[in-house]
């Protein structure tokens, strides 16, 4: 159990290390010199790594941020996030997560093998998130055991190629290939965002052809663009939240400074998410190929959601902005009604919205990016409500899943139960 537990908590559960096995399976495969074979890994699990770095830039602006909004607003509730929700649960549904996510990766390879979705799903920690929250769902819809673990692997098994084949008709819109799949369980709202695009946009009319004022030239360098707009608003928030808050956040730094600082790494950040998703891509594709034909014939690698980055930086921002614009107001709506109150988590509106900014733009060009986004947003915000009744003890956290395919699994699992299980 050791060694199963060194495997599943150590190896698998690390993104750059699981596509790095999998590059290197791959270029074995193909018979690569072992020095190509060295030089494929260890790129691979470099570009993840930079792509992590960049991410965990972005994130600890975000973090700043997130405090001075809730600060300066006079905000309280519930703000969902996989890492705080997944460390919860963890302690209680270990053991069964880690069987889930191990028998799901052979259920989805399974698969893969033997119909027409040739999708084998990278994202090693979103693996581990929906496989623990399966796990909690299960429980508390009074499963446990053996059982628990064979359903549960089926389903994320069935979930880890069903969202990959759902997204591909978009990704083959936003990359121009056919060659890599997308693989993030926040699947749901990408679609809806590219149908919305398609409904109510105009493809032609692309973010990354957006006419300017001359005056404003200078926003068509991306990183210039995401960087004077972040300052906008990190300035807005440290105003709200006063001198005094925020120079205790920074340490005592001045509290102008701090903000301007602050969103020029955050455009830093996605700076180097771009260019960590570019050196992964370079190596991931090419490898895969050995996998696609020696184990899976035509299968594709469904790697996170900042592969569809590169191809539309502008949508990427717009689409971060219009997602957390709508999570703002969904949350207003919520207090209106009187439901539990969802702040809008900075990161999965960054990381969700901005994917969703990517695919509504493929299909709708800008006006696409725009409402695609919003729509993503508020699902991002009223599915964690839906959500939380269904997950047992964990529903009671001050934390919840945030990505929209943990809500539409999870409520769908959890009402499944309350009919055949009760």
């Known amino acids: ?39 494929g890994t260890i790129k691979t699990i470099m570009g993840f790594i930079i792509l992590g770095a960049g991410a965990g ?15 300066g607003f006079g905000i309280s509730g519930i703000v969902p996030n996989n890492e705080a929700i997944v460390s919860i649960a963890q302690k209680a549904f270990g053991k069964e997560m880690a069987l889930i996510m191990f028998f799901g990766m052979i259920v989805n390879i399974i698969i893969a093998r033997f119909t027409k979705w040739k999708y084998i799903f990278l994202t090693g920690h979103h693996t581990l998130y929906m496989g623990i929250m399966i796990a909690a769902i299960l429980a508390a819809g009074g499963m446990s055991g053996v059982s628990l673990v064979a359903v549960g692997s089926l389903i994320l098994g069935s979930v880890m190629v069903f969202f990959p084949a759902i997204a591909q008709p978009f990704m083959k819109d936003i990359t121009g290939t056919d060659e890599v799949a997308f693989g993030h369980f926040g699947t749901t709202g990408y679609v809806i965002a590219g149908l919305i695009g398609k409904w109510f946009g105009n493809k032609e009319k ?36 006063g001198k005094e808050f925020t120079e205790g956040l920074s340490g005592g730094q001045n509290y102008i400074v701090f903000s301007i600082i602050q969103a020029i790494t955050f455009a830093a950040g996605v700076f180097v998410i771009l260019q960590g998703v570019r050196m ?53 709506i919520l207090m209106a009604l009187g439901l539990p109150v969802i702040i809008p988590g900075v990161v999965p509106h960054f990381f969700c919205g901005a994917t969703a900014g990517v695919f509504g733009n493929a299909t709708g060009g800008r006006r696409g990016a725009i409402l695609g986004a919003f729509v993503h947003g508020l699902l991002i915000t009223f599915l964690p409500v839906l959500l939380m009744p269904v997950l047992g003890n964990l529903g009671y956290a001050n934390t919840t899943f ?21």
């Open 57 to 71: 830039v972005v994130v600890g602006a975000l973090n700043h941020f997130s405090e001075m909004f809730q600060y």
């Open 206 to 241: 692309s973010t990354e052809e957006m006419e300017l004022p001359k005056a404003l030239s200078f926003l068509r360098d991306t990183p210039v663009a995401i960087a004077f707009t972040m300052g906008i608003i990190f300035i807005i928030s440290a105003i709200a939240a």
């Open 280 to 332: 992964v891509l370079a190596e991931i594709v090419p490898a895969f190929k050995g996998i696609a034909e020696k184990l899976v014939p035509n299968a594709k690698p469904a790697l996170d959601c900042p592969v569809v980055f590169p191809y539309a930086p502008t949508a990427v921002l717009l689409g971060f902005l219009s997602s957390f614009a709508a999570g703002v107001i969904g949350m207003f």
């Open 1 to 39: 159990m050791s060694f199963f537990k060194f495997l599943m908590y150590d190896v698998l559960s690390v993104p750059a290390v699981l596509v790095g096995l999998v590059a290197l399976v791959g270029l074995l495969a193909q018979k690569k010199s072992a020095t190509d074979c060295i030089k």
């Open 402 to 422: 945030s990505d929209a395919d943990f809500g539409v699994v999870g409520i769908l699992l959890g009402n499944i139960l309350k009919i055949f299980v009760h």
